[in-house]
T-cell receptor, first 111, second 113 residues
Framework: GQSLEQPSEVTAVEGAIVQINCTYQ??????LSWYQQHDGGAPTFLSY????GLEETGRFSSFLSRSDSYGYLLLQELQMKDSASYFC????????????FGTGTLLAVQP | DTEVTQTPKHLVMGMTNKKSLKCEQH?????MYWYKQKAKKPPELMFV???????INESVPSRFSPECPNSSLLNLHLHALQPEDSALYLC????????????FGSGTRLTVV
């Protein structure tokens, strides 16, 4: 079956760096996406890695290792507004438009 | 316009009621989706429309009935729901294929009493 595992909670302080890991089992892998969701809000697309390596977008970076079925989201210079849930996601079932989400990581940023 | 708009934001309905959730996007996206999200859980895929045709139904009970009147609109018709159907219902859209990024609406928070 398909599964994406993430740590359930991570706590860090303002200004710090935090890494949120995602390990996946899926058939027909196309790439790994990351989404941010504030409490009560819409999931917001952050990044997409189709190839191995690091993609950087401002304070956020995302990494993928296809051989290890593993990726992570790296958040630098943490701000209070980064407190949210973060989900990795992959297309599954051989269809690029069937997106399955990971278990989710609740990030709490403390002053 | 880079948004997905969902109405209503909140809905309380009885188990014998019929109601509809609405979703609209004007980004020219040709794939639209309904997801269900329970508290502290990830979104779960319900339906996928591609070029206005239903392409995926994730074995959703028939009390949920999707409709795509045109390329900008997506509805979810609700009938005879159960209390366990209470959840946040999210609409999303993407370019056809969509692997590289969905745009989600803020959702309808549904309570079934």
């Amino acid at each position: 079956g398909q599964s994406l595992e993430q740590p359930s909670e991570v706590t860090a302080v303002e200004g710090a760096i935090v890494q949120i890991n995602c390990t996946y089992q899926t058939s027909g892998f196309y790439g790994l996406s990351w989404y941010q969701q504030h409490d009560g809000g819409a999931p917001t697309f952050l990044s997409y890695n189709a190839l191995d390596g690091l993609e950087e977008t401002g304070r956020f970076s995302s990494f993928l290792s296809r051989s290890d079925s593993y990726g992570y989201l790296l958040l630098q210079e943490l701000q209070m507004k980064d407190s949210a849930s973060y989900f990795c996601a992959v297309p599954y079932g051989g269809a690029t438009n069937k997106l399955i989400f990971g278990t989710g990581t609740l990030l709490a940023v403390q002053p | 316009d880079t948004e997905v708009t969902q109405t209503p934001k909140h809905l309380v309905m009885g188990m014998t009621n019929k109601k509809s959730l609405k979703c609209e996007q004007h980004m020219g996206h040709r794939a639209m989706y309904w997801y269900k999200q329970k508290a502290k859980k990830p979104p779960e895929l319900m339906f996928v429309y591609s070029y206005e045709k239903l392409s995926i139904n994730e074995s959703v009970p028939s009390r949920f009935s999707p409709e795509c009147p045109n390329s900008s609109l997506l509805n979810l018709h609700l009938h005879a729901l159960q209390p366990e159907d209470s959840a946040l219902y999210l609409c999303a859209s993407s370019q056809a294929g969509g692997a590289d990024g969905y745009t989600f609406g803020s959702g309808t928070r549904l309570t079934v009493v």
